[in-house]
């Protein structure tokens, strides 16, 4: 796990990237699919003059454009792509414990999936809602518990770099509604609990509206519940069992 982590935090801080641009600037999409890019000389109500990053100094009409992010809703960088720092967005993110991939190691699996609704706050801050759906394993007293959780959730990210590559830290609270299913006519079911997770992360600048995350997240649910095994004889055991799944997930994502 040590080495895992390392590698991780290592990599951030290496593909961190510089190459951000002073404002103002815009970004401007037209119906035809053609994008203006570049710095603003001039504008006012109806009309834009603005300087692309060929050199070439153009003037449109603001009425004319499918879409434009002005100067105070994002960051923009030398290649053309650019970070919102103003607006609402969607993400949908999936995530994994990278550590039960390791060889010769009998460590519980997780599957993670989530929707969320959010809110670029300011520069540095984003906030959003979401459900998802997790399935987790975990291993007591040589039992193994298969927990699902339907999770409700508040997200945060608060962003440490201006990068085209943005470091960010993350935070979720959450309550995790139960799961329960039928396994050899017996009814395993478990409670729901308190769910939360902390971590670092990273996010990439684009030149449209999709942005990849990725993060190391730690994750921890609580829960009590009941489930049945069979013996090396075949007898049935009725086990009751109050857990705290505590592990690494490796989340990634999309904003869009």
């Known amino acids: 796990m040590k080495k895992i982590l390392g590698t991780f935090l290592f990599s951030f801080l290496c593909i961190c990237g510089y190459g951000q641009l002073s404002q103002p600037h815009m970004r401007v999409w037209f119906e035809d699919e053609s994008v203006y890019f570049g710095e603003i000389v001039e504008v006012d109500e109806a009309y834009a003059t603005m300087v692309i ?25 030398k290649n053309g792509t650019y970070f919102p720092i103003s607006g ?36 540095k801050i984003d906030l959003s809602l979401g459900f998802g759906f997790e399935f987790n394993e975990a291993q007591v007293g040589g039992f193994e518990f298969d927990t699902q959780f339907v999770p409700v959730f508040v997200d945060a990210r608060y962003f440490l770099t201006d990068n085209r590559r943005r470091l960010f830290l993350s935070g979720r609270l959450a309550y995790g509604f139960p799961g329960e299913e039928e396994m050899e006519d017996q ?23 999709n942005r990849f995350t990725i993060q190391l997240s730690h994750y921890m649910q609580a829960t009590n519940g009941t489930e049945f095994f069979l013996d090396g004889f075949g007898n049935e055991i009725k086990t009751e069992y109050d857990i705290l799944i505590n592990r690494l997930i490796l989340r990634i994502g999309w904003d869009f």
Not at 58 to 77: C, G, N, T, W
Not at 103 to 121: D, M, Q, R, T
């Open 53 to 77: 990053i060929t050199g070439d100094t153009v003037r449109f009409s603001l009425h004319q454009a499918k879409k434009i992010v002005y100067p105070d809703e994002a960051i923009f960088y």
């Open 88 to 123: 609402r967005f969607w993400n949908f993110g999936f995530g994994f414990n990278p550590i039960a991939f390791q060889e010769n190691e009998e460590i519980p699996v997780a599957s993670h999936i989530s929707f969320s609704y959010g809110w670029h706050l300011n520069k």
């Open 187 to 209: 009814l395993r079911e478990h409670e729901g609990g308190a769910n939360g997770s902390y971590g670092l992360g990273m996010s990439f600048s684009s030149g449209n509206e």
